[in-house]
Nanobody, 120 residues
Framework: QMRLVESGGGLVLAGGSLRLSCAASGSIFSFNPMGWYRQAPGKQREMVAEITTGGSTHYADSVKGRFTISRDNAKNTVSLQMNSLKVEDTGVYYC??????????????WGQGTLVTVSS
């Protein structure tokens, strides 16, 4: 079964750092991570960071200069380094990726989410 599994969330003080990771598992032919999203309590899910197949990145204005998205094609992973965290970064973080299976089916997958809580 194809799936994305996030890890690395937790509780951190404002100003601290966390690194989120997302790994794809299953019969993968190719892995194309697309981005990280988050959903704060009572709010809609929003894009945090995106990465293209060519490696170009795009960030929400609220995280520019603090967050960095990266990918490891050999390991089928995508990560989000989060520095100088703020209370308003609190939320459930989800990774999103496209996967081509070994039977050449394309699937767009979402992870189950990992909770990030930033306290003041």
């Amino acid at each position: 079964q194809m799936r994305l599994v996030e890890s690395g969330g937790g509780l951190v003080l404002a100003g601290g750092s966390l690194r989120l990771s997302c790994a794809a598992s299953g019969s993968i032919f190719s892995f194309n991570p697309m981005g990280w999203y988050r959903q704060a309590p009572g709010k809609q899910r929003e894009m945090v960071a995106e990465i293209t197949t060519g490696g170009s990145t795009h960030y929400a204005d609220s995280v520019k200069g603090r967050f960095t998205i990266s990918r490891d094609n050999a390991k089928n992973t995508v990560s989000l380094q989060m520095n100088s965290l703020k209370v308003e970064d609190t939320g459930v973080y989800y990774c999103n990726a496209g996967v081509v299976t070994t039977t050449y089916s394309y699937l767009e997958l979402w992870g189950q989410g990992t909770l990030v809580t930033v306290s003041s």
